[in-house]
């Protein structure tokens, strides 16, 4: 390079799975030779199914419309947003104005880099819990936010500890971000969970952003943040159809709150895109019309694959919630594993030691749970996007190992 990147990218490395993705590649290559079947990728959650009939069908019919392939609105198809109004209703009981309170994201990790575009400024103080999902800190670091870790411990539920939090310093904290059905624990919120962080929040006057993309995942009672009293005074709730919708190629989600904060954020986001595709937008209606019997069909197969994936975790020797939501299991490694290796990796992690045995001993990648955070680094992250059978493979090579 004739230049230097800015200084902003310096304390962000590239994505663990983009890093990880290509050593399995390369890995692939070689197995190939060997006459070896591929690794068995039990790593990142993307939905295998298909989406609704419906939204396929609809974006086939919109596609060949001539007036679908041109720039759209910056602030989504108004009949978009009613039907994100209509879905939070019908699910969630929120109501939200579909003109002033929503704003379409092509996807919510897009969202999470534009909310802290909008919102944070250099040396600004922002809460990400631990263990989370990375991006939080990497969009932090990229703003120059000062960020502040708060524990997540199976102690209290995977929850944030309120007393703990009203005890720090919280001078000069302006967000703090949640995320129920928690990534990557599995642990679920209630609504006396979520009353508490607003009030909290209130009294702070803090921020609180709330990714909401697992709510409909192993989760008989799906729940919005903005549902407590006083929300969105101090709430804006990022929600996706990638989950829950078996969409996520499609990148489609929505941030939702108070008028003024959806103001802001458009601000940012019309600087950065021309409006999604239209058709994708006309799918996504078809999609959140889909009743309760959508989510019953879909949650009927991810509990085959939880219960695979936890006879898995118990066969590793990891302790495991068998009433997990959300896309993953999440198992504590123990330092008696009988699958570690005395001498090997020992000055990594317990979570990524088990990880690099059973990719490079089985042919068999679970994600290591350092990359959510400290508080992660004894446990392992197995994803239920793979099918019951590939997780009875994946615990027969595994098996062999012994």
Not at 187 to 207: C, G, S
Not at 363 to 372: K, R
Request: proline share 6%; net charge negative.
């Amino acid at each position: 390079m004739i230049i230097r990147p800015a200084h902003r990218t310096e304390s962000v490395r590239e994505y663990f799975f983009s890093i990880k993705n290509r050593e399995m590649a390369k890995l692939n290559a070689e197995r190939a030779q060997k006459g070896l079947d591929p690794i068995i990728n039990l790593g990142i959650g993307a939905p295998d199914g298909m989406p609704p009939a419906a939204a396929i069908k609809a974006l086939q019919q919109s596609a060949e419309l001539p007036d679908s392939h041109k720039y759209q609105s910056y602030s989504g198809l108004p009949a978009l947003k009613e039907a994100f109004a209509a879905w939070y209703k019908r699910y969630y009981g929120v109501t939200l104005d579909p003109v002033t309170e929503i704003q379409p994201l092509m996807g919510s990790k897009e969202g999470i880099l534009i909310i802290f575009l909008t919102f944070i400024n250099e040396g600004d103080k922002v809460l990400i819990p631990d263990p989370s999902y990375p991006t939080y800190t990497s969009a932090a670091e990229i703003v120059g936010a000062d960020v502040i870790k708060y524990d997540l411990l199976p102690e209290n539920n995977w929850w944030p500890d309120i007393d703990a939090l009203e005890k720090m310093d919280l001078t000069g904290v302006k967000m703090m971000w949640t995320n129920y059905p928690g990534m990557p624990t599995g642990a679920k919120a209630t609504p006396e969970l979520y009353q508490r962080l607003v009030d909290f929040a209130l009294r702070h006057n803090i921020l609180l952003v709330n990714d909401n993309p697992y709510s409909f995942i192993l989760n008989d009672q799906p729940l919005s943040m903005l549902a407590a009293e006083g929300a969105k005074e101090c709430v804006v709730e990022m929600n996706s159809l990638s989950k829950a919708h078996n969409m996520s190629g499609w990148r489609v989600g929505l941030v939702a709150g108070a008028a003024d904060y959806i103001t802001e954020i458009l601000k940012v986001k019309s600087q950065m895109d021309s409006g999604t595709f239209k058709p994708v937008q006309i799918a996504a209606i078809a999609a959140l019309e889909q009743g309760p019997e959508w989510f019953e069909q879909l949650n009927a197969e991810y509990r085959r694959r939880r219960e695979a994936a936890c006879n898995l975790m118990e066969l590793i020797g990891a302790e495991c919630n068998h009433d997990s939501a959300g896309l993953f299991v999440w198992g504590r490694v123990k330092p008696d594993n009988r699958f570690l290796v005395a001498g090997r990796d020992e000055d990594k992690t317990l979570g990524e030691r088990l990880s690099n045995r059973f990719l490079y001993d089985a042919g068999v990648f679970i994600t290591p749970g350092f990359i959510f955070g400290h508080n992660g680094e004894n446990y392992i992250r197995a994803s239920l996007c793979a099918k019951a059978e590939v997780l009875e493979k994946a615990a027969a090579k595994i098996k062999n190992l012994l």
